[in-house]
T-cell receptor, first 114, second 116 residues
Framework: NAGVTQTPKFRVLKTGQSMTLLCAQDMNHEYMYWYRQDPGMGLRLIHYSVGEGTTAKGEVPDGYNVSRLKKQNFLLGLESAAPSQTSVYFC?????????????FGPGTRLTVT | AQSVTQPDIHITVSEGASLELRCNYSYGATPYLFWYVQSPGQGLQLLLKYFSGDTLVQGIKGFEAEFKRSQSSFNLRKPSVHWSDAAEYFCAVKLAGGTSYGKLTFGQGTILTVHP
C-alpha cells in the first residue's frame, strides 16, 4: 500500500496564481485533513473532511478551498496565491471510530509564493 | 480552546545520552495524546499514543512517554539517544468524543540535534 501520497512535492508560484494540491489515500479512511507547517508554529489545520462530499473549516482556512469528490482524494486549492501561503503542506487521513485516532501523513508539498 | 506547549524549541544532546522532551497541554478533559517525529524532508510518523490505562506508554524506536494528569504533561523520553534520532518532534492532543472528528492540535515542535 502507498498510504498517503501528495502531488506535487514542490511548487513555486507567483503572487496571484492558482494551483491545486492533490492528496490520495488507499486505506479507505473516512477522515482527511490538510495542514500547513511553518517554522516554530507546528502544524495548523486548514480544512478537513469527514466523508465523501463533506468539508469543514479548520484553524486557518482563509485563502484556501477544498473538495472531496471521491473518498480517497482530498484536494486543496489556492485561488490567488499570496506570499503568506509559502509553507509546507501536509495531508493526513484517519479512520472513523472510537478506538483508533492515529493520523497517517503524506510526505508534504513545499510551496513557495514569490 | 485546547492548546499544546512544547517549551523547548531546540535541544542538543550527545549520542548515548538520555533524552526528555517536554509537552504540556491545556484542556478541560483528559485528551488523547500523541508524539510524532518528523525527519528532515519527510512527513510525520507516529511514535506513540496514550488513550487510557497505564500512564507509561511504549512506542517505536525505543521511545516512551508518561502521562501525568496532575501536571497536564506528556513528556517523551529515551534512555540512550542514537544519531538517527535527530529530527523534529511534535506533541499533539485530540479531544475525546466523536464530535471532534479526529482533529489534532499540535505543539510548536522541538528540534533535536545529536552530537557524536
Amino acid at each position: 500500500n502507498a498510504g498517503v501520497t501528495q502531488t506535487p512535492k514542490f511548487r513555486v508560484l507567483k503572487t496571484g496564481q492558482s494551483m491545486t494540491l492533490l492528496c490520495a489515500q488507499d486505506m479507505n479512511h473516512e477522515y482527511m485533513y490538510w495542514y500547513r507547517q511553518d517554522p516554530g508554529m507546528g502544524l495548523r489545520l486548514i480544512h478537513y473532511s469527514v466523508g465523501e462530499g463533506t468539508t469543514a473549516k479548520g484553524e486557518v482556512p482563509d485563502g484556501y478551498n477544498v473538495s472531496r469528490l471521491k473518498k480517497q482524494n482530498f484536494l486543496l486549492g489556492l485561488e490567488s496565491a499570496a506570499p503568506s501561503q509559502t509553507s509546507v503542506y501536509f495531508c493526513a487521513s484517519s479512520t472513523r471510530g472510537t478506538v483508533s485516532y492515529e493520523q497517517y501523513f503524506g510526505p508534504g508539498t513545499r510551496l513557495t509564493v514569490t | 480552546a485546547q492548546s499544546v506547549t512544547q517549551p523547548d524549541i531546540h535541544i542538543t544532546v550527545s549520542e548515548g545520552a538520555s533524552l526528555e522532551l517536554r509537552c504540556n497541554y491545556s484542556y478541560g478533559a483528559t485528551p488523547y495524546l500523541f508524539w510524532y517525529v518528523q525527519s528532515p524532508g519527510q512527513g510525520l510518523q507516529l511514535l506513540l499514543k496514550y488513550f487510557s490505562g497505564d500512564t507509561l506508554v511504549q512506542g517505536i524506536k525505543g521511545f516512551e512517554a508518561e502521562f501525568k494528569r496532575s501536571q497536564s504533561s506528556f513528556n517523551l523520553r529515551k534512555p540512550s539517544v542514537h544519531w538517527s534520532d535527530a529530527a523534529e518532534y511534535f506533541c499533539a492532543v485530540k479531544l475525546a468524543g466523536g464530535t471532534s472528528y479526529g482533529k489534532l492540535t499540535f505543539g510548536q515542535g522541538t528540534i533535536l540535534t545529536v552530537h557524536p
